[in-house]
């Protein structure tokens, strides 16, 4: 199974975990707690980036190959056997003892989110001086980097609400745009400014890794459909 396998999330099961009477500062806190996860796996990514296995890898080092996020076993079953059972550690200082599963904590959200981020930036530093980058071509590329980046969150939200036809068919949306992506950086004319040419060489591993991701989750995703065919027959 992928490390990328989002059976942990499909049935809500984080529904269990109840409400919490969290204010402004909680959330806040929490939010910045899920930001520095996207910016943990970017730091393992780019480590790694030179490492064929690049994507598992750096899932392996976020642990999600040890079940999902989570530190609640009443919260966190996804199925595994006992001997696969991940290790329960206590919260961290300052920590909620029960914190909410939320969109950003699942593993898709966050390697989407983390190598766009450096797709992006990347394009940024080059996009912004239209003495390297004609302002066609540069809005042409943030455009599609845009769309397919909203397009693969928007799937990772059906993911969590447990509607995977709809899941499959944003994937598909976001691959399309991966594909018009791919499509820009093939471009004669593209292929011959040097500051494109300079960007396109790191940003053609990520945006096909990307599209890795995405064919597990609609891999998956249609076993599960298949699955539930099967149980109504």
């Known amino acids: ?48 980036k030179d490492h064929p296995e690049r994507i598992d890898e750096a899932a392996h080092l976020m642990g999600w190959d040890e ?19 991940p290790v329960n550690h206590p919260p961290a200082a300052g920590q909620h003892p029960l914190e909410p599963y939320t969109l950003h904590k699942n593993p898709v959200f966050i390697a989407t989110k983390a190598i766009y981020l450096s797709l992006k930036r990347g394009w940024e530093r080059v996009a912004g001086n239209d003495a390297k980058i004609p302002q066609p071509l540069a809005l042409a590329v943030q455009t599609s ?4 980046e909203e397009h693969a969150i928007l799937g990772v939200q059906a993911l969590d609400l ?19 992506t791919l499509a820009l950086a093939g471009e004669s004319t593209a292929a011959a400014n040097r500051y494109f040419a300079d960007w396109r060489e790191t940003a053609l591993p990520r945006l096909f890794d990307l599209r890795e991701i995405w064919l597990r989750v609609i891999h998956e995703c249609r076993q599960e459909l298949e699955r539930r065919v099967d149980d109504e027959g």
Request: charge should be negative; include cysteine.
């Open 67 to 85: 079940g999902p996020p989570g530190d609640e076993p009443e919260c966190a079953g996804d199925g595994s056997s006992a001997e696969d059972e």
């Open 1 to 48: 199974m992928s490390d990328f396998d989002s059976e942990g999330f499909f049935e809500n099961e984080w529904d269990e975990c109840g409400g919490l009477a969290w204010n402004e500062f909680d959330w806040e806190r929490y939010l910045r707690e899920q930001d520095d996860a996207l910016h943990r796996y970017l730091a393992y990514y780019e480590k790694l």
């Open 162 to 180: 447990g509607d995977f036809a709809m899941a499959v068919s944003l994937f598909k949306r976001a691959l399309q745009e991966i594909n018009q």
């Open 145 to 148: 980097l845009y769309r397919g």
